[in-house]
């Protein structure tokens, strides 16, 4: 204790810099071991899942790399309905996320863009229609006889290849995706399906979500900056425009 009663700050040494500094080398370490193989973060580009994610959403992704370096962490199942993100099999540098909805050995078709699993209609909850005009290569895939100038040319060539009686078999190794958001989502009807080896992971929260300015979409409300009509309000202005910078609603709800 100093004369003035104030409690003595230890002096810095060469050994408690170097402890502090290993501190902050092991925090790193973990952090970077934790981004690079256990979860990763990602963030929504486009309208494609809507209204599951939303543009501006930011998620957590638990990563299939961590099951295949460490056999300690039980398998990645993918299950019918699961979203996923996956390396875009015709560009591997672009991530994607999209919704399975057909396994290995599945029979699919849509009519009238709704699915049809091995024969039975599937139940999907999850599935939503924004009005669009009538499109037979979208709506009811597989159809050979027209092809949409947005089909990958050898997505067009192999699909043929597992095409019979108007359903298209998911071969081994394999899995058909859709977005949420049907008429508006480029997705397995378009450039192919996803081999297992391309899948990253599940995204499992949504740990933000930026409110992005879209007038056209109804699931995302704008927002502008306004500067405020009198100085004496311009703190209720600013803490005003910072609850709009995002939808708290939507930070940390579980992704289904």
């Known amino acids: 204790m100093s ?21 902050l080398l092991l925090l790193l370490i973990i952090a970077l071991f934790i981004l ?5 973060p990602f963030r929504i580009p486009s309208a494609s899942m809507e209204p599951t994610l939303l543009v501006g959403d930011f998620l957590l992704v638990n990563k299939e790399i961590a099951v295949q370096h460490f056999h300690a962490v039980a398998p990645l199942n993918i299950h019918r309905g699961d979203v996923i993100v996956f390396h875009y099999p015709v560009n591997p540098s672009r991530d994607l996320i999209k919704r399975v909805v057909a396994l290995p ?7 009238d863009g709704r699915v049809f699993l091995n024969g039975q209609p599937l139940a999907e909850p999850y599935a939503f229609y924004r009005t ?3 499109d037979g290569y979208r709506d009811n895939f597989p159809s050979l006889s027209q092809a949409d100038p947005a ?6 060539i192999q699909m043929h290849t597992l095409v019979s009686k108007s359903e298209l078999t998911v071969p081994s190794g394999s899995y058909f995706v859709l977005g949420d958001n049907r008429n ?3 997705d397995s009807r378009y450039w192919g399906l996803v081999p297992r080896n391309l899948i990253i992971g599940k995204p499992f929260i949504i740990y933000f979500s930026m409110n992005i300015p879209n007038d056209e979409d109804e699931y995302i409300p704008s927002f502008r900056l306004q500067p405020p009509q009198t100085p004496q309000h311009s ?11 995002a939808r708290w609603n939507r930070v940390l ?3 289904r």
């Not at 004369?3 to 501190?23: C, M, N, R, Y």
């Not at 089909?151 to 067009?156: E, G, T």
């Open 235 to 245: 703190g209720s202005a600013l803490l005003a425009s910072l609850l709009h910078l």
């Open 36 to 40: 690079t193989f256990v979860v990763q």
């Open 253 to 255: 709800r579980i992704i």
């Open 105 to 111: 050995g599945d029979r699919i078709h849509l009519r």
């Open 184 to 186: 508006n989502s480029e």
């Open 151 to 156: 089909v990958d040319s050898h997505w067009w």
């Open 3 to 23: 004369s003035t009663g104030e409690p003595d700050i230890p002096p810095l040494t060469p050994h408690t810099l170097l402890q502090a500094s290993q501190s």
């Open 132 to 134: 669009a005009p009538p």
